[in-house]
T-cell receptor
Framework: SAVISQKPSRDICQRGTSLTIQCQVD?????MFWYRQQPGQSLTLIAT?????????ESGFVIDKFPISRPNLTFSTLTVSNMSPEDSSIYLC???????????????FGSGTRLTVV | DAKTTQPNSMESNEEEPVHLPCNHS???????IHWYRQLPSQGPEYVIH???SNVNNRMASLAIAEDRKSSTLILHRATLRDAAVYYC?????????????FGKGTLLTVNP
């Protein structure tokens, strides 16, 4: 399966600033996903990022707040803009990978970026 | 995506089998049943998946009811390392939208 490197692993940021999170994959993948996990909660999908096209955002998430880049098949960034304490969460990237079964795709996740906004 | 229902938490003793249930009464014929788990301070990891037949791999077994409205993840001998949140997720194999939708999952505690 793919190996994902996510940076930074954690950060403490001032409110009103922005943070860009990087996701690097060791193989070419078509679909990449960005999730948010608020404290004590499950994962919520922010957006789907395909190379060469605009990211598709889920309900409740907008491009102005969470701009995403996907310049090639192995890399993506998520920016958390104009941060407030409510943005304190773990942000995870994920990629779809083949091979868990014939015709079935699985998903590999990064270890996450733990963001604290003060 | 069809919804799943799991108990909020379960407890087991080390080296004993664990059966984690999942109800998915609105499952469609093209939905695969996926299980992922999230260890503390890590991203989720794939455990197993199935469609209709029971499945085994090195990590676990998946037992699927004949009507596919429920399934059970079986850890044959729980270890302390198996303490995690386990997510049962339905994913449409035929859909063009390949996202995973996570529910609340089951927090498994393994006692030494």
């Amino acid at each position: 399966s793919a190996v994902i490197s996510q940076k930074p692993s954690r950060d403490i940021c001032q409110r009103g600033t922005s943070l860009t999170i990087q996701c690097q994959v060791d193989s070419q993948v078509t679909m990449m996903f960005w999730y948010r996990q608020q404290p004590g909660q499950s994962l919520t999908l922010i957006a789907t990022a395909n190379q060469g096209s605009e990211a598709t955002y889920e309900s409740g998430f907008v491009i102005d707040k969470f701009p995403i880049s996907r310049p090639n098949l192995t890399f993506s960034t998520l920016t958390v803009s104009n941060m407030s304490p409510e943005d304190s969460s773990i942000y995870l990237c994920s990629v779809e990978t083949p091979g868990v079964g014939a015709g079935v795709y699985g998903y590999t996740f990064g270890s996450g970026t733990r963001l604290t906004v003060v | 995506d069809a919804k799943t229902t799991q108990p909020n938490s379960m407890e087991s003793n080390e080296e004993e089998p664990v059966h984690l249930p999942c109800n998915h009464s609105t499952i469609s014929g093209t939905d695969y049943i996926h299980w992922y788990r999230q260890l503390p301070s890590q991203g989720p990891e794939y455990v197993i998946h199935g469609l209709t037949s029971n499945v085994n791999n090195r990590m676990a077994s998946l037992a699927i009811a004949e009507d596919r409205k429920s399934s059970t993840l079986i850890l044959h001998r729980a270890t302390l390392r198996d303490a995690a949140v386990y997510y049962c997720i339905l994913r449409d194999r035929g859909g063009s939208n390949y996202k995973l939708t996570f529910g609340k999952g089951t927090l498994l505690t393994v006692n030494p």
